[in-house]
């Protein structure tokens, strides 16, 4: 038998970052054949994908693509902030970003059944998916997507790989830009307080009206608090009546209009938003490895 040598062991590493001790059995039962051993690791890892499927992938990146006046925004999840920095990972967010830009699927189902193949993965984007949960170790997935495609120009800003937005707009590129990032930093729920949803008028009317009870005012000065606290409200969650972070002089609506610049409507992922992260207990989770490790002992 051919003798596993350290440099081997991490050769095969660094070509499917596989663990070590994974690494060296695949090269002890291909006997050192590193081509062999590849193809044990890559069957053997893919095995993970399935139980990987049901872990919370609360962390990821959003990425955006956009071709003329088409373009995409896409949130793909993963379970740590340390994969987000992974080559292959970003390499497919990106190449889903286009694919949803080229190929207009209807659903995160379409855009996993599309041909794309990488890292010896294929030969559709879900084969890929699947592939790299098994070489990576980490379950993974494509949340959720937008595809803009009309007669709007587009400007998109990225703040880092988790907060991203795209502008449908008329006019100058360079405010359209700025007002992308001020959703980012400010992040409005709406362009205009009548578009802000009904509901979270409501749930703002139901706490200004427990502070009023609470102030022991007369019903009529109390009905001006609460309708005042809306509308405070109001003003601070629409784009066009918030002071733009570059100049807090003025509002975004007065910006675009002294820009020539008319914005349609905008787009804004976070990371993780509405899902509900595991907080892990890191000692009681060492205490339990402990544990294990004496009783296989």
């Known amino acids: 038998m051919a003798a596993i040598t350290a440099s081997m062991v991490a050769e095969l590493r660094a070509k499917t970052d596989a663990p070590m001790m994974e690494c060296k059995k695949a090269l002890t039962e291909a006997e050192g054949d ?17 139980k990987a499927a049901s872990r919370v992938t609360a962390e990821g990146v959003i990425t955006s693509y956009i071709s ?25 967010a990106q190449a889903a970003a286009q694919l949803i830009v080229t190929n207009n699927p209807s659903s995160v189902d379409a855009l996993g059944a599309l041909p794309y193949s990488q890292d010896g993965f294929g030969p559709t984007l879900e084969d890929v998916r699947k592939g790299l949960i098994g070489k990576i170790g980490e379950n993974m997935s494509f949340r959720r997507f937008k595809r803009f495609d009309g007669s709007s120009q587009l400007a998109s800003y990225l703040h880092g790989t988790r907060i991203g937005v795209v502008v449908e707009f008329e006019g100058d590129v360079t405010a359209a830009k700025d007002v992308a990032m001020h959703v980012a930093a400010m992040k409005p729920v709406a362009l205009t307080s009548a578009d802000v949803p009904a509901e979270l008028i409501e749930r703002e009317r139901s706490v200004a009206t427990a502070k009023a009870a609470e102030s022991g005012k007369p019903a ?14 109001l003003k601070e969650v629409s784009l ?21 610049a008319r914005v349609k409507a905008f787009t804004l992922y976070v990371v993780g938003e509405g899902i509900e992260k595991k907080v892990d207990d890191f000692a009681a989770e060492v205490a339990a490895q402990v544990a294990a490790a004496k009783q296989a002992a």
């Open 34 to 50: 590193m081509v062999k051993a590849e193809e044990l690791l890559r069957v053997k890892l893919g095995s993970k994908a399935g």
């Open 240 to 260: 066009f009546n918030q002071p733009f972070v570059k100049n807090d002089k003025q509002t975004v609506e007065q910006m675009l209009k002294a820009a020539n």
């Open 68 to 92: 003329g006046n088409t373009g995409s925004l896409l949130e793909v999840n993963c379970e740590t902030d340390f994969v987000t920095k992974n080559d292959s990972f970003l390499a497919l």
């Open 220 to 233: 009529d000065i109390a009905e001006k608090m609460i309708e005042g606290s809306v509308q405070k409200y």
